[in-house]
């Protein structure tokens, strides 16, 4: 069971807790009335599918039940980074990651 | 006295008798024996069958890699274990045993047929010959695997023992209690850390039980190690007996498996059998040893053939001589040590073979001095003896050249291949392995969690090498703890270093054919079938694995593994690390499902919600049915009635008079805030800005892509105040999506999310006398039609409790849903029930509500939608705000696959005969006589018989269904074709007129 820090708790705690929300910074268009059809169907379905290194959502929902948004490496499944909703996107240099 | 057991020696207590059977019949063993050791003491090596061959088999290992001993034991009704390893069973009073895989008697098996036909069960014989006539397959080849396949026969009683779970939190988790794990809970505890020390073995020690010999810090082992544990224990570490690290999982969390009642003569009330813990420890230091590899020689099965190792510990441990005649062979120093403490115990020492051609002087030597003949640079062709070895056939091996054989008579065969490193634990975290080429075998490599490795785990050998880096990976571990520590230098006396050589099969002059050599004792792999599986295309050593069945067996390959990888790395022509080890998993030995399980059984497997009407209903004898996690009343039989017949007669009594049901399970959210509105118009497809407060609709919600979520009546309580209710099973999604949205999309909105599901019990009175039942109830609101039309809301009182009373009808009759506090919602139910007494009151479960609702053509989420059905497909076009500039799921409306011809849309079926309800999830054809496999057109997704309208009633989801109206459909079933016509989904007052009350 992973361990999970809640940047709005600011503690560590047991994944139990937390749930899993998808890849982080895909921002809903403001006017998707506006979006073709490819670039509707790219919001709606296209994700990175990172090897290593992903950016996504977790929320923390037996507990403060806030979004937070995460940076966790899907090779070795550690956590490099959690963050509040809305932070800028941290990159990955300043992570100590290669790119 | 058993004619094998010396008297006083071992750690067993020779002052208490147990008594326990195997197969039957009756013997007696000592306080601390195995099973497997207490037999062995009765001179009894035969212990069960091999699972392809029925070949006679006995313990080969004296702990739990054991493959071959494995025993079903019982203590009474659902206390049956399988594939209990007898070397790990401890003996209780009255422990009935029985051997396994046979068929008659042990020494008697018919099963044995294949073990002289054993040419024709070649490696992968299961995808060479069940391949055809395909028909044979159900009749002739499923029958017979399914009857060979599985060890052991499963218990059929449900298991009446307790299992417990526990998390536990430590700084330094140890696991292993042999030298290295001792001295590195020791160094580390001395230090300040807080350390758990586990160990599966019923005592602690490890090899040092085996080795009374050796002297400790000018101590004699066992009173060194005495004096350790008391320490420990003063220190305050937990020590841990009977407890397996079964998983080494992410950031140091460990799974142990502790055992508790196994070994007790009776189980003591309320103790559980197993309890699981789960460990989360700052750093972790694996001491797990290192595990004794077999030699692969034709005949290395026989019972009476084991490891040099096991023999030694049988000897000390329980004081036990595992043979009167034993020759060693070996190409590890070790085995001497076995050899030499066998002799002194009064075994015969026939001769020690050694593979390799210059032992180390100093054994040959004390070999001389014991008058032991020693025959070094020889290999072993053969053993021979029916239900155990009875003689052993060696040749010298000279420059690869094998000479003249020679017998050599013996009741027990001691073999030794050196020593594999234990790392399963290590493995699970993902770490890598190291090839050591000079000792060839794995070490540990780069590590990913927490961890050191101590003593035999990466490849240290001897007494003083194990002590001494034990001391130093507790040390280490408690200076990343942040303490300060130094690790001590043991003294050791006698100490029992030695090194070896690795082979793959030993030298032989024998037909290839004709040799059966064993890698895998469980599963009867032998080193022809690696060889064998190589030949035929297996290259990576995971495609040998599953092909062979090597190392696939309950031991998991902890005797198999790495001699399988050296016959096949030698049968492909690479180096072992290129060919690689396949990977090892967790449980590090076979664990219960009980132990897993844990408190999740039974009544607590899983919470039950029940509604505060749930009392009255259980005592007016309601059926039930579990919706989500809810149970929900399903039918009130009265009088012995069925099914059918209650729901008929409560569909009729709500249509004609009055009808009450419990909708407490409704989800309820509340969406309050300046800026509620506007969130309701970006969530629901409908518009809500000119929704009056104390007006409600039925709102629809819509996934982004456009696929229908959710539905419900929401009702205006006030400009900033929405009482939104959701699907039963949807409560929970429906509000995670909507503080999705809040927070992270539209977080400027002002609104507050509140779930209300449990704070509200709901009461749904439904029939056209439904408002004389509750006028004389409510005060603060006028329930005239035209004060309270249909689709309105009131807070108000009714029967003098707060409540948020809705108009609106989910069976097309004249409706009112009753919102009160959840701790009123029986008084409520209980004065509806009585005001309704006059009038015919009749309470109805969820059949009920699914047939009136069927019959007006409502839907149900998830029944007759599947997340692939939008609004136009159900009908529900309607309900979209096209005005609105967007909402969740708006876009998608317009998505090309979204507004094809030909989608499927939900439509009404009647089938030509009345009598005939068509089945739930049945498939739609529109050509009955096409050829099959027939195009499918759509599917059945609701179906009654609809007591109202005196005939079965359907809705399904068709191709262009609603360009079909009046046309027959077909549903191929079973016992024919039925013949249906579509129509629409409305059967019951498609006007609506019965809402104009």
């Known amino acids: ?99 | 006295m058993s004619r094998f057991r010396l008297p006083g020696k071992g750690r067993v207590n020779h002052a208490e008798t147990v008594r326990f059977s195997f197969d039957g019949k009756a013997y007696e063993g000592l306080r601390g024996d195995t099973v497997a050791s207490a037999l062995l003491a009765h001179g009894i090596h035969l212990m069960g069958r091999s699972f392809k061959y029925h070949r006679p088999r006995g313990p080969v290992t004296a702990d739990s890699a054991e493959p071959n001993a494995l025993i079903g034991t019982s203590r009474g009704p659902g206390r049956f274990e399988p594939n209990t390893r007898a070397t790990v069973q401890e003996l209780r009073q009255g422990l009935e045993c029985e051997s396994q895989n046979r068929l008659g008697s042990l020494a008697f098996d018919l099963g044995a047929v294949n073990d002289a036909l054993h040419p024709l069960f070649p490696a992968g014989f299961y995808y060479k010959t069940f391949m055809w006539p395909r028909s044979f397959w159900d009749r002739l080849y499923e029958p017979i695997i399914r009857r060979a396949a599985g060890l052991g026969r499963a218990p059929s009683e449900v298991d009446p023992d307790i299992y417990a779970s526990r998390y536990l939190h430590t700084d330094l988790l140890v696991v292993g209690a042999g030298p290295s794990g001792l001295m590195a809970a020791l160094v580390a505890a001395r230090a300040g850390a807080r350390v758990t020390l586990v160990d599966e073995n019923p005592e602690m020690g490890g090899a040092i039980l085996s080795d009374p010999g050796v002297g400790i810090d000018g101590q004699p082992a066992w009173d060194w190690l005495a004096q350790t544990l008391e320490e420990l224990a003063s220190l305050g570490v937990r020590l841990m007996t009977r407890t397996t690290a079964i998983g080494y999982y992410h950031q140091n969390m460990i799974g142990l498996c502790e055992k508790i009642t196994d070994h007790l003569d009776t189980i003591p009330d309320g103790a559980p059998r197993e309890r699981m813990w789960r460990v989360r420890a700052t750093r972790v230091v694996l001491a797990q040893g290192a595990l004794e590899k077999p030699l692969v020689f034709h005949g290395n099965d026989r019972p009476g053939v084991m490891l040099a190792g096991a023999a030694q510990s049988y000897l000390h441990r329980w004081g036990v001589r595992v043979g009167d005649r034993a020759v060693i062979v070996t190409s590890h120093d070790s085995a001497y040590f076995t050899a030499f403490d066998l002799a002194e115990a009064g075994t015969k020492v026939v001769a020690i073979i050694d593979t390799r051609e210059a032992p180390p002087e100093a054994l040959r030597a004390e070999a001389r001095a014991r008058g032991i003949e020693l025959l070094a640079g020889h290999t072993v062709t053969g053993t021979k003896g029916r239900l155990r070895v009875a003689s052993v056939t060696v040749n010298p091996v000279e420059a690869g050249r094998i000479g003249d054989p020679r017998m050599l008579h013996c009741d027990c065969l001691l073999m030794s291949g050196g020593w594999t490193p234990s790392l399963h634990l290590f493995s699970h975290t993902k770490a890598s392995l190291a090839w050591d080429e000079q000792s060839r075998t794995f070490l540990p490599g780069r590590m990913t969690e927490e961890c050191h490795i101590a003593g035999a785990g990466r490849g240290l050998w001897g007494y003083l090498d194990a002590l001494s880096d034990g001391a130093e990976a507790g040390a280490a571990a408690a200076r990343a703890l942040g303490q300060e520590a130094e690790a001590p230098t043991p003294a050791v006396a006698h100490d029992r270093a030695g090194t070896g050589e690795s082979h793959k099969e030993l030298p032989t002059d024998r037909t290839s054919s004709r040799v059966r050599a064993f890698i895998d004792f469980q599963n009867d792999v032998t080193a022809k079938d690696i060889r064998l599986a190589v030949r035929e295309g297996m290259r990576s050593i995971e495609h040998v694995k599953r092909y062979t069945t090597n190392g696939m067996a309950t031991d998991q390959g902890k005797m198999s593994s790495i001699n399988g990888l050296m016959i096949a790395a030698d049968a492909v022509g690479k180096a072992p690390p290129e060919v690689g080890l396949t990977t090892f998993r967790p449980p590090y030995t076979p664990t219960t499902f009980g132990a897993f399980a844990g408190y999740h059984k039974g009544a607590t497997f899983e919470v039950t919600r029940a509604t505060p009407i749930d009392g009255w209903a259980e005592e007016n004898g309601a059926v039930y049915e579990p919706v989500s996690l809810w149970r929900r009343a399903w039918y009130f039989p009265q009088g012995g009635e069925d099914m059918d017949r209650a729901v008929a007669r409560e569909c009729r009594a709500t249509r004609e008079g009055v009808g009450i049901f419990d909708a407490s399970t409704l989800g309820k959210i509340e969406v309050a805030g300046p800026d509620a509105v506007e969130f309701m118009n970006r969530m629901y497809t409908n518009p809500w800005t000119k929704l009056a407060p104390g007006r409600c609709r039925y709102g629809v919600l819509l996934g982004e892509d456009g696929y229908i979520r959710d539905d419900g009546v929401i009702g205006r309580l006030g400009p900033d105040l929405f009482h939104v209710t959701t699907t039963t099973g949807g409560a929970a999604r429906v509000l995670n999506m909507m503080e999705d949205y809040l927070q992270t999309e539209w977080p400027d909105l002002d609104v507050w999310l509140t779930s209300t599901t449990e704070q509200w019990a709901t009461v749904a009175l439904n029939g056209p006398k439904a408002r004389k039942v509750l006028e004389g109830l409510v005060e603060g609101a006028d329930m005239s039609a035209e004060a309270m039309p249909h689709m309105s809301v009131a807070e108000c009182r009714v029967a003098g409790f707060k409540a948020r009373l809705f108009r609106l009808s989910f069976t097309g009759e004249l409706g009112f849903e009753i919102n009160v506090p959840a701790r009123h919602g029986r008084a409520l139910w209980e004065a509806l029930m009585q005001a309704g007494q006059p009038h015919g009151i009749c309470a109805y479960g969820t059949e009920t509500m699914h047939v009136l609702r069927a019959e007006k053509g409502f839907i149900i989420i998830g029944q007759d939608t599947d997340g692939t059905v939008a609004p136009e497909d159900a009908g529900l076009g309607w309900a979209i705000g096209k005005k609105k500039p967007d909402f969740v799921g708006k876009r998608s409306l317009a998505r090309p696959d979204l507004v094809a011809e030909g989608r499927k849309q939900l439509v009404g079926l009647l089938t030509e005969d009345g009598h005939v309800k068509l089945e739930e999830g049945a498939q739609i054809v529109f050509d009955p006589d096409q050829p099959k496999p027939m195009k499918m057109v759509g599917h059945v997704t609701s179906s009654y018989h609809s007591a109202t309208l005196g005939r079965s009633i359907a809705m399904a989801l068709i191709e262009g269904g609603r360009d079909r109206m009046g046309e027959t459909v077909h549903v191929p079933m079973p016992d024919g074709v039925v013949r249906a016509k579509v129509t629409s989904t409305a059967f019951y007052d498609p006007d609506g007129d019965r809402l104009k009350l």
């Open chain 1, 1 to 99: 069971m992973l361990l999970i820090h809640c940047p709005y708790c600011d503690e560590t705690l047991p994944e139990a807790e937390f749930a899993y929300a998808g890849e982080a910074h895909i921002i809903r268009p403001a006017d998707p009335s506006t979006l073709t059809d490819e670039e509707w169907r790219d919001f709606l379905f296209i994700r990175s599918n990172a090897r290593g290194p992903h950016y996504e959502r977790w929320r923390h929902v037996h507990g403060c039940a806030r979004f937070f948004n995460a940076v966790r490496d899907t090779v070795s499944d550690r956590f490099l980074l959690t963050y509040k909703a809305g932070e800028k996107r941290p990159d990955l240099a300043s992570l100590g990651v290669a790119e």
